[in-house]
């Protein structure tokens, strides 16, 4: 015999080439398992790796005694008679391998301590028999399944099955054994085998599972076990709630990294999405969307920067207005550039794949859904309404009487002035004064009731699946009628969808089809219906005693006209239109197991139409005429009304073909490879006519009034000079062809490498050679640790972690390397046609490319109770668009270089958590899941400018609103005024900067001096305070799911935090052409100034200035101010705020946290049991109750302002987001 004795010690420096970072995450993992391990975990710890070929007992025990050190005892001549053997493992216990090894040679072995002693088996062991079994594997209509997974239980012994479905597996040493059979899509299988000459396994397909365990980027179908990128799959069925209308509403708060942005409560308005911060200035700034593999573009072309605007509300709609939620099976989200760069430069912003319901194997299933949903309107009792009552704006009225402030040119005289200038004038008596005065005291309009309403809306879907597993099938049709707060505003919905799945031996063909009909109904927005019924004051009556409509004066800007605010929403209309459809089929043959080909077209098109009417009895034709309707000078629209006609048709098509290659190269099945190469061609057309008709007749069957325009020369003047009033016609083409590829090597299901690379060329890009082709490439990598280095650690079910580094690109499609003209009609002063400048020439401009790094870990413990992933990316934009203002010599005003650099950064993490489960035991039992999710993003922008800010024309306005790009900065940063207190003496406002001479310190600076010497921006950011970003910083929700027996409940909570807004402007009526503070007698008043400063010692509790009297506030105005014609040295106005008043609005004491909590749902369902549904003959039904946007925290200083839809800036009062109930009901049969 031989013995070695060599000390065993566990090579931990495999670990030192990993991130840091993970690697203490690792040493925890592993200082907690050593000690809850038990006494045989030094033997689990002798992990091998050999491989070695016709060598003999004595050989192997000899390599395995180097690896392990440990010692071998044995008998030499015993073994000489044994043979040799081929043998090959990776990362296998020594005990393992000892026992899959030993029995075939009749030998057995025991350990003790660091000895291996190897003997003959014993009598009763060495009469044992080895199994060789075969078998096959099919599912229920008997087709083989290839790449079946079969494992025995107990040992880390398998097979998988070959291209017919049939398998062999040799198992040593045992006489019978239980078998797991496991395949994506189906239901694991557990075999007892005891003997039988073959297998036949049937496995029974599981939807759910499928929907569970597959990652759809578009391109691929990918195992998550093997995804390396950053993706987040979502399924539709757990974000879909009753009293939301389209998928990206229902994404609030469940996509960690995704910022969601809501600036309006109307019906049909379109959300603002964010995955992972902003990556250009210029171009948009949204996601792509996806839908079953074909990219989807918006129906109307509406200019990036105008989506970008965070004040603009898009009712037009965006790429999957169309679509049905019911429809949708599964959301896949492509956060990385690894995830995103098969899409190339369209890309840049992140991926949203939708893929929709298919047929299930089995009988037909017909399924009814219905819904309806009740939403509240807005009262003056919420606290969101934080304005004056008819009393409170009496009284406010008459203090600005008592301190004998001047009042602007009243267009109306009402409430409290209008009885006190009639008795001035001697028209009425006191006593008349006093009961008129009373009568405007009580008369309380209630604004919200006369334009709003509480609404209900309707949805209602009707799908038919089934099939086989040679034809598969979903059909749905759906119906919505939605209908909003503001009275006439509505939306109906007309959806149809159409799935089929044929397969015929190596052929599989799809066919899908979606279709949809959208008509909305609003009020114009320059009608204004919320801003209206928030700042006009309850003092003003609608009607008259007859019931008749009351009128009253309003400024036109050159006139007065009668005005009603009821009259103006009868005689003005905002109608869509919208259709669109989508057909899609593709073509896959299957050459072998490993080779399949695939082929893709689709074709799509879009027409909407958007009509704005005003009519002849609109205040808005008013303001067209200029005199009174029954006047005669009607040179500005002689008769009818104008009708702003806007049809936008959109064409496109893609055709994909790709070779895709799957297959395991060795026996052993450890090395798996997985490819594709493909190329693609798509075209996307928008014809558009943008037209304005004056003198429309809408009540007359839609005519046009015939005019004399010899007569009327303003009007022939304006349809001579606006290119609108003969129509101007778009046509915009863009055509794209690309190439890709993608790689993927996997070992033995631990370690996977990855690496994607498209080529994109198109007629939008640039003219030199370089910029013509945008290659976006991507490697990435997972590491399986649990199945790697913690095999045996039970509590921990996997661990693993993803990297990525990639390019992601970006270019605009309105830039160009020529000069490109709009041909305009022909000028009646010069008799020739006109051209405009669309585009200035701008070859030089290069790409904008992104930088993409991710690193994610992965992680499932104590047997999937918990669930999680921690991420943290970076994204570097480099050479960024920005506009440049140049001379207007050149036709354009703007110009787009290459001069800014946008960094994004953050961290991602979310869990799912199962707290209670006893449903696992017990059908009746009860279960609570949880799942928190968190994303926080840091944004920033900086360039190669030597000032402060990246753009070379700024106003102090752009520091205001955030629309100025700030070296340092994140994007849509904003300042303001630094408010020092009010004046002891009359309760004015002061500021830094309001006084020319301030105090630092003990130091007395004279600001005019010391601004004379900086640039513009150097004096608007020494003047005013950095306040943050309009845009939040961190989000995220947290999921509760509880079910107890057929009850299931679901609460959805969703926050936000980091971004700051303003509190609503309190002095949005100063006049300062007639020297005033006061209001219009029509206007209303925050009731802020109920606790307004009165007298000297009030500003120690108060922060709201007086009432002061004509003459104090004449020199807080304008042409009083020290600053206001203020020009530094080089003669650039560095003028820094309008008036006192404005500075107050935008001081930091009127900014405040926009962070939130909201309740975003909560649903209560109940399933019908089995014997209930057999007496109605139907298979399923459940009816529930949700309400959404239930209540949100925030900050007290708001009073109510809704931080998610008006954060004080904008200019304009949006619609809160209302809460809505909702019932629903789903019924199969």
Same mark, same amino acid.
């Given at each position: ?71 071998? +005892? ?50 009763? /062991? ?171 573009? %918006?129906?109307?072309?509406?200019? #990036? ?8 509300? %898009? ?114 008596? =006191? ?68 799935? +089929? ?39 003003? #009556? ?6 008749? +409509? ?136 928008? =014809? ?78 640039? &003219? ?76 030089? +401009? ?38 440049? /203002? ?57 360039? %190669? ?122 002095? #949005? ?110 298979? &399923? ?32 009062? %949006? ?15």
């Amino acid at each position: 015999m031989k013995k070695k004795r060599i000390d065993t010690k566990f090579d931990y420096r495999i670990l030192s080439r990993k991130n840091l970072l993970f690697m203490k995450f690792v040493i925890i993992i592993l200082v907690v398992t050593c000690l809850s391990a038990r006494a045989n975990v030094f033997s689990q710890r002798m992990i091998v790796n050999i491989d070695l070929q016709d060598v003999s007992l004595n050989q192997l025990f000899k390599e395995l005694s180097k690896q392990t050190r440990c010692d071998f +005892l044995y008998n030499h001549t015993l073994l000489k008679t044994k043979g040799s053997l081929n043998i090959k493992a990776s990362n296998k216990p020594l005990e393992q391998l000892l026992g899959e090894i030993l029995p075939g040679f009749g030998l057995e072995y025991f350990l003790d301590d660091n000895v291996v002693i190897i003997r003959e088996c014993s009598k009763s /062991t060495d009469e044992k028999k080895s199994l060789t079994i075969n078998g096959r594997v099919t599912d229920e209509q008997k087709n083989p399944l290839p790449g079946v997974t079969i494992i025995v239980k107990g040992l880390k012994v398998g097979t998988s099955t070959d291209v017919n479905g049939k398998f062999k597996i040799y198992i040593p040493g045992v006489e019978e054994c239980t078998l797991f059979f496991s395949f994506i899509g189906m239901e694991t299988q557990e075999v007892k085998y005891s003997g039988k000459d073959s297998l036949h396994v049937v496995m029974k397909e599981s939807s759910e599972q499928l929907e569970e365990v597959i990652v759809n980027t578009g391109y691929e179908r990918i195992d998550p076990r093997k995804t390396t990128s950053a993706i987040q799959s979502i399924k539709a069925e757990d974000i879909v709630v009753s009293g939301l209308t389209s998928i990206d509403q229902m994404l609030e708060g469940h996509v960690p990294g995704m910022i969601f942005m809501q600036n309006t409560g109307q019906i049909g308005a379109t959300p603002r999405l964010r995955i992972r911060g902003t990556s250009t200035v210029l171009g948009s700034q949204e996601p792509l969307w996806v839908i079953d593999g074909i990219v989807q573009e %918006n129906p109307v072309d509406v200019d #990036p920067q105008q989506i970008n605007d965070l004040d603009f509300v %898009n009712l037009l709609g965006n790429a999957i207005t169309g679509l049905n939620p019911e429809d949708i099976s599964q959301i896949d989200i492509l956060k990385d550039a690894s995830a995103t760069a098969l899409y190339g430069a369209k890309a840049a912003n992140g991926v949203i794949v939708i893929t929709t319901k298919k047929g299930k194997q089995g009988p037909p299933t017909l399924s009814y859904s219905l819904s309806g949903s009740f939403m509240r309107r807005p009262h003056y009792s919420d606290n969101s309404v934080y304005m004056m009552n008819s009393k409170e704006r009496i009284d406010f009225s008459r203090e600005l009487i008592e301190k004998r402030v001047t009042y602007p040119q009243v267009t109306s005289w009402m409430g409290y002035e209008k009885p006190l200038r009639n008795y001035w004038s001697g028209l009425i008596s =006191f006593e008349e004064m006093q009961k008129e005065v009373g009568y405007y005291e009580s008369v309380n309009t209630d604004w919200f009731d006369i334009l709003m309403q509480n609404s209900f809306s309707h949805k209602h879907t009707l799908s038919l699946s089934g099939g086989s597993s040679a034809l598969r099938y979903y059909v749905s049709a759906g119906f919505a009628d939605t209908r909003g707060n503001i009275k006439g505003e509505e939306n109906k919905q007309y959806t149809a969808n159409i799935n +089929l799945t044929a397969n015929y031996q190596r052929i599989s063909i799809r066919f899908g089809f979606n279709g949809n009909v959208m008509k909305k109904k609003y009020t114009p927005n320059d009608v204004e219906v919320p801003k209206y019924a928030y700042e006009t004051t309850r003092a003003l #009556p609608a009607y008259n005693e007859d019931g008749s +409509l009351w009128f009253y004066s309003k400024d036109t800007g050159y006139a007065y006209r009668d005005y009603n605010i009821i009259n103006d929403v009868n005689n003005t209309s905002q109608d869509i239109r919208s259709s669109g459809l989508t057909v899609t089929a593709s073509l896959d043959y299957q050459f072998n197991e490993a080779l399949k080909a695939s082929f893709t077209a689709s074709y799509s098109t879009n027409n909407t139409t958007q009509e704005i009417w005003h009519g002849e009895n609109s205040f808005y034709a008013e303001i067209l005429r200029r005199p009174q309707y029954n006047g005669t000078d009607k040179n500005g629209m002689p008769f009818g009304g104008e009708l702003q006609y806007q049809n936008t048709e959109r064409y496109a098509y893609t055709v994909r073909g790709q070779i895709n290659f799957n297959k395991t190269i060795d026996a052993e099945q450890k090395h798996l490879i997985t490819s594709s190469i493909g190329g693609e061609v798509s075209s996307n057309q928008y =014809f558009g006519l943008d037209q304005t008709f004056r003198g429309y007749l809408k009540e007359r069957g839609k005519k046009m009034a015939g005019t004399d325009l010899s007569e009327y020369p303003y009007f022939e003047e304006w349809k001579g000079s606006d290119p609108k009033a003969l129509g101007v016609w778009t046509d915009k083409l863009t055509n794209m062809a690309s190439t890709f590829a993608t790689f993927s090597y996997t070992y033995n299901n631990l370690y996977t490498l990855n690496a994607n690379v498209r080529l994109d060329a198109s007629n939008r890009f640039g &003219s030199r050679a370089n910029e013509k082709l945008a290659p976006i490439w991507s490697v990435s990598a997972r590491w399986n640790i649990k199945d790697d280095l913690l095999p045996y650690t039970k509590w921990i079910s996997s661990i693993a972690l993803r990297g990525s580094f990639g390019y992601q690109g970006n270019m605009l499609d309105t830039e160009s390397a020529k000069l490109v003209l709009t041909r305009g009609g022909l000028d009646p002063n010069f008799e020739e046609y006109e051209s405009y400048v669309s585009s200035y020439p701008n070859p030089n +401009l290069k790409w904008e490319k992104t930088e993409s790094y991710n690193l994610t870990l992965d992680f499932s413990l104590f047997k999937g109770r918990i669930n999680g992933n921690f991420t943290y990316f970076y994204k570097n934009t480099k050479n960024a668009f920005l506009s440049k /203002t140049i001379s207007a010599i050149n036709g354009v005003n703007n110009w787009v270089v290459n001069q800014g650099t946008l960094k994004n950064q953050g961290l991602e993490g979310s869990l799912s958590l199962t707290i209670i489960d006893s449903k696992s035991r017990n059908a009746n039992g009860f279960r609570w899941t949880m799942s928190p999710n968190i994303g926080q993003i840091f944004n920033k922008v900086s360039g %190669n400018s030597k000032d402060q800010t990246l753009t070379n024309e700024i106003t102090y306005s752009g520091f205001l609103d955030g629309s100025v790009e700030i070296q340092g900065r994140p994007l849509n940063s904003f300042y303001s005024y630094k408010f020092y207190g009010l004046n002891a003496s009359n309760g004015l406002p002061m500021f830094y900067g309001s006084d020319r001479y301030q105090y630092v310190g003990n130091q007395k600076v004279d600001l005019l001096k010391k601004y004379q010497e900086l640039s513009p921006s150097e004096v608007f950011t020494d003047v005013m305070e950095y306040s943050g970003t309009r845009v939040p910083t961190l989000q995220g929700g947290v999921q509760n799911s509880l079910s107890w027996r057929r009850f299931s409940v679901s609460l959805n909570l969703t926050y936000s935090f980091g971004s700051k807004i303003r509190l609503l402007k309190m002095y #949005p009526n100063v006049n300062s052409d007639f020297n005033t503070i006061a209001p219009q007698p029509t206007d209303n008043v925050r009731k802020e100034f109920l606790s307004r400063w009165r007298q000297p010692g009030d500003e120690l509790h108060t922060n709201v200035p007086g009432i002061v009297s004509s003459s104090e506030f004449t020199s807080t105005l304008n042409t009083w101010m020290w600053w206001y014609s203020l020009k530094n040295t080089n003669g650039e106005s560095i003028k820094f705020a309008g008036n006192i008043w404005d500075m107050y609005d935008n001081s930091n004491l009127r900014t405040v946290s926009g962070d939130f909590v909201k309740i975003q749902s909560l649903s209560i369902r109940y399933n019908f049991p089995d014997d209930i549904c057999k007496q109605l003959r139907i298979k &399923s039904a459940y009816i529930g109750f949700t309400g959404t946007n239930l209540h949100t925290f925030c900050n007290k200083k708001l009073k109510g302002q809704d931080p998610a839809t008006q954060d004080g800036i904008a200019p304009t009062i %949006n619609m809160s987001l209302r809460p809505t109930y909702s019932f629903n009901l789903n019924v199969s049969f």
